[in-house]
């Protein structure tokens, strides 16, 4: 048997350890002392006690150097306790701590907790200024992409493969886009500029002498101004603002369809008025016909699923029907007055070639050509929709053509009781 093993069965074995448990739960400082005063009595029946003494005092001093060692209470000087009653934990407190007994570690987390609190408005903030930043820098160097990697909601001619612009969601970005080159460019800029014309010549219109433009004559006009230039103007900020987000998409798709009801009834009007001038009853039928159809039209074009792409023939018919409602009334005035009359007197050729480019535009929006026998080589300039935009505008100006000679006709030959049309022959 060895020393240490001589040592530990040993009655002065027992007692060390005891002692070293002692020396454990006295003041670190005065660990060093407590060993001096304790090895002191030890007679153990090693041959080399010395050795020992410098081995136990090296150990204590490794235990003692750690800060995070715990102090754990003599557990001996318990024994006094009754039995049955059992021993207090050493962390449960019997009394109500006092400050000087509360951990601060406690403490500084429940600061910490309620600074964390103070803080969440302003890491919000924060967290929104850091998202907004990254959208500005993102945005300032977005490219167009292919179809396939643009979202559902932006996918909607398939037939136009690149050239598209991705989600942008800042307002100041999409309008910014219209000066690049990409898918909708030619969309924009067509009915941009057709806006703008017919706003010129509404201004130019309302602001004629009384004595060249009556007041009745104006709010005549005013009604056509209206339906193309809110028709050409939320045609516009469609497809300027429908990349931004799907909300903002889908109102301005609604709102789109909206202005194309608008500009048929706008249409209408000045040529019900003019040509139906001296028949009240029909004049006033056809009108309130009119303002029916239209406001329909406006109803379903805020069906949530209207402006989606498998209902375009659905669209493009529900359009093209409205159109061709002014048919009845144009034969009923040619039945009436005769057609060379209607032709010459009612500018009835202007409108047959009105609702002609009004139909196909119609036919070439809902079939996709040219894009549909040429996929992918349309992507930019002459796809279908382009094309659906330029006849509009084309057919919005010959009918403002043919009010024009209708009201010159009116202003030269004066009121029905004078001139009524039945005495207007041909020259």
Request: hydrophobic share 40%.
């Amino acid at each position: 048997m060895d020393c240490m093993d001589g040592f530990i069965e040993s009655g002065d074995g027992t007692e060390t350890r005891r002692r070293i448990k002692v020396m454990i739960t006295t003041n670190r400082k005065d660990s060093a002392e407590a060993l001096d005063e304790e090895v002191q009595p030890l007679n153990s029946p090693c041959e080399s006690p010395g050795k020992y003494e410098i081995n136990l005092r090296r150990r204590l001093e490794e235990i003692t150097a750690f800060p995070e060692f715990p102090i754990l209470p003599d557990f001996d000087d318990l024994s006094d306790e009754e039995e049955g009653g059992g021993l207090t934990l050493p962390a449960t407190p019997t009394d109500s701590p006092s400050e000087d007994e509360v951990d601060p570690e406690l403490l500084n987390r429940e600061e910490d907790d309620d600074e964390f609190d103070f803080c969440l408005p302003q890491l919000s903030h924060a967290a929104e200024q850091a998202e907004e930043f990254a959208r500005k820098v993102w945005a300032a160097g977005w490219n167009c992409c292919h179809f396939k990697h643009l979202p559902d909601w932006l996918q909607d001619n398939d037939y136009l493969h690149r050239g598209h612009r991705p989600p942008l969601p800042s307002v100041y970005e999409c309008f910014k886009s219209i000066f690049r080159i990409h898918t909708e460019t030619g969309n924009i800029w067509t009915h941009l500029l057709g806006c703008v014309a017919f706003l010129g010549l509404a201004v130019y219109v309302w602001t004629r002498p009384v004595i060249e433009v009556q007041l009745q004559e104006k709010l005549v006009f005013a009604a056509f101004f209206i339906g193309a230039i809110c028709c050409l103007g939320l045609s516009f900020a469609f497809h300027t603002l429908h990349c931004h987000s799907e909300f903002v998409g889908k109102l301005f798709s609604k709102l789109d369809y909206c202005g194309i009801a608008m500009l048929i009834m706008g249409s209408f009007f000045p040529w019900l008025y003019y040509g139906f001038y001296c028949e009240q009853t029909s004049r006033m039928i056809y009108l309130s016909v009119s303002g029916v159809l239209g406001f329909t039209c406006i109803v379903v074009s805020l069906w949530e699923r209207f402006g989606e792409p498998q209902f375009r023939p659905l669209r493009a018919g529900l359009f093209a029907g409205f159109g061709l409602s002014g048919v009845v009334p144009a034969v009923h005035y040619a039945l009436a007055k005769g057609w060379i009359h209607a032709i010459s007197r009612a500018s009835l050729g202007w409108l047959i070639l009105m609702g002609s480019l009004y139909i196909l535009g119609a036919l070439v929006y809902a079939s996709r050509i040219p894009e549909r026998w040429f996929p992918g080589k349309c992507d930019i300039w002459f796809h279908s929709h382009q094309l659906f935009h330029i006849l509009v505008i084309l057919a919005a100006f010959v009918h403002y053509h043919g009010i024009c000679e209708m009201a010159m006709h009116r202003l030269a030959h004066g009121e029905c009781d004078d001139h009524p049309y039945e005495a207007i022959t041909l020259q």
